[in-house]
């Protein structure tokens, strides 16, 4: 049974493009143009593995699926991307991640991602799932939120699960200082679920509660939902004058999550010259039907076609104060494309 889905983020969405049609610095522009990406990136991903929840467990009335639950309580927040509980109750709290590159794990039980160029240190999403659970149980335990047998609270097992595209490669070492098994793709957690439950033993036999109990737990989980709001002008210290002239912006695409991308900047080998009197005098500018080279010498406009050279991918230009970058949607790839004079 699915009793929350996921929370739009369409107002966010229209937020940051609204902001990027303003007059931005280019750090600003770069920070907003990042925060959208991240966020339909994300939001691609947790619709992928909400996908895979619940195709196996909509019709069960042995499980209950809450999908993106934000808590709010004791001064701490928790963003929850998935809640998946059993009639054992066994609470798995599930971190979605999309590392576009994949992952590899030390046997220190430190998480690298790469970043085009070698391994980069990450935040564990093992601990930061831990913070989640620990304001979840808080919340439970302090509104008495168990289901209750004989007048007992009936303990309560939170399983800390991080799930991967299924597309990532996971690289484990052979020793850790945890559980890695905890670590898997979105694709392989039904089995991962099921093999745990294969391995219950008779002595769990008497925790087991009611459909109805289930779902009434389920259900005041769900109503600890507290939606957040951001003030994006705010985070990246854009501040707005009434009356002032937005500029035009081209759309933005998004683009894979990844880590931090250390691009390759290099100057184009052929210098792009006007198509109708030959002259090298070019400044890029902004227009209705996107940028275009603009003539110094005869006025004349050159419209600017860019691909990466790979078929079915999508690029854009990126601009940082005079200089135009090429982005690939799809590959990840950027270079320096032009500066103005």
């Known amino acids: 049974m699915v009793l929350k889905s996921k929370d739009s983020h369409q107002q966010d969405i229209q937020e940051l493009n609204r902001l990027l049609g303003l007059n931005l610095s280019a750090k600003q522009r770069f920070l907003v143009d990042r925060e959208l990406k991240c966020l339909q990136s994300g939001d691609r991903n947790e619709q992928n593995s909400a996908y895979y929840l619940d195709y196996r467990y909509k019709d069960s009335q042995n499980w209950a699926v809450i999908h993106d639950l934000r808590i709010e309580h004791r001064g701490r927040v928790a963003q929850i991307d998935h809640l998946l509980i059993n009639r054992f109750l066994d609470v798995y709290v599930l971190e979605s991640k999309n590392y576009y590159y994949g992952i590899k794990i030390t046997p220190e039980g430190e998480f690298l991602v790469w970043?085009?160029?070698?391994?980069?240190a990450i935040e564990s999403p093992i601990e930061q799932n831990a913070r989640h659970i620990q304001a979840l149980q808080m919340s439970v335990e302090d509104r008495n939120l168990s289901p209750r047998r004989l007048g007992f609270a009936i303990p309560i097992s939170f399983r800390n699960v991080v799930l991967l595209s299924p597309t990532s490669k996971i690289i484990r070492p052979e020793k850790a200082p945890f559980d890695l098994s905890s670590v898997v793709k979105a694709d392989a957690f039904v089995s991962y679920a099921d093999k745990e439950m294969d391995n219950k033993s008779i002595k769990e036999a008497p925790k087991i509660i009611g459909c109805d109990t289930l779902?009434?737990?389920a259900e005041k989980l769900a109503r600890l939902h507290r939606p957040g709001s951001f003030d994006y002008a705010a985070k990246f210290g854009i501040a707005e004058v009434e009356g002032a002239k937005a500029v035009s912006a081209p759309p933005v695409v998004a683009m894979p999550e990844s880590p931090v991308y250390a691009p390759t900047?290099?100057?184009?080998v052929n210098k792009p010259t006007c198509k109708s009197c030959q002259s090298e005098n070019l400044t890029i500018v902004y227009g209705?039907?996107?940028?275009?080279?603009?003539?110094?010498?005869?006025?004349?406009?050159?419209p600017i076609k860019i691909t990466c050279g790979k078929d079915g991918?999508?690029?854009?230009?990126?601009?940082?104060?005079?200089?135009?970058?090429?982005?690939?949607?799809?590959?990840?790839?950027?270079?320096?494309?032009?500066?103005n004079p």
């Open 115 to 120: 970043n085009g160029k070698g391994y980069q």
């Open 215 to 217: 779902r009434e737990f």
């Open 265 to 268: 900047f290099v100057r184009p």
């Open 313 to 339: 991918h999508n690029e854009r230009i990126r601009k940082e104060g005079q200089k135009f970058f090429r982005e690939c949607a799809d590959c990840g790839s950027s270079k320096l494309f032009f500066v």
């Open 288 to 302: 209705k039907f996107g940028y275009y080279f603009k003539c110094g010498a005869c006025d004349g406009n050159t």
